[in-house]
């Protein structure tokens, strides 16, 4: 069975870094879009950022500077490299397999996913 699982989240303190890492298992992903979305208390699941299986990445604009979205073929893990955290990124980061080939901005586009990493930005 397909599963995919995220690591890497924890507490900082504003302006740190932090690397998320999506393992997959049951199955390659490498033919698959790949995104990662975050959900904090309140608000709607958010996209974050996405990459299609050619290595094209995407990027909420609101983020795009500070947030690198990765992927190991080889190693069937994603990667969310998060630098200049501030306390608005606090949320919940999930990650998440297209259904097709690219990735999407909307959550209905993707087939598989995991069940997210804390991440807690302290002032």
């Known amino acids: 069975q397909a599963q995919l699982v995220e690591s890497g989240g924890g507490l900082v303190q504003a302006g740190d870094s932090l690397r998320l890492s999506c393992a997959a298992s049951?199955?390659?992903?490498?033919?698959?879009?790949m995104g990662w979305f975050r959900h904090a208390p309140g608000k709607e699941r958010e996209f974050v950022a996405g990459?299609?299986?050619?290595?094209?990445?995407y990027y909420s604009p609101s983020l795009k500077g500070r947030f690198t979205i990765s992927r190991d073929a080889a190693k069937n893990t994603l990667y969310l490299q998060m630098n200049s955290l501030k306390p608005e990124d606090t949320a919940v980061y999930s990650c998440?397999?297209?259904?097709?080939?690219?990735?999407?901005?909307?959550?209905?586009?993707?087939?598989?996913w995991g069940q997210g990493t804390q991440v807690t930005v302290s002032s």
């Open positions: 998440a397999a297209s259904k097709s080939f690219v990735s999407s901005f909307s959550p209905g586009d993707y087939e598989y």
């Open positions: 049951g199955r390659t992903f490498r033919e698959r879009g």
């Open positions: 990459i299609n299986w050619s290595g094209t990445t």
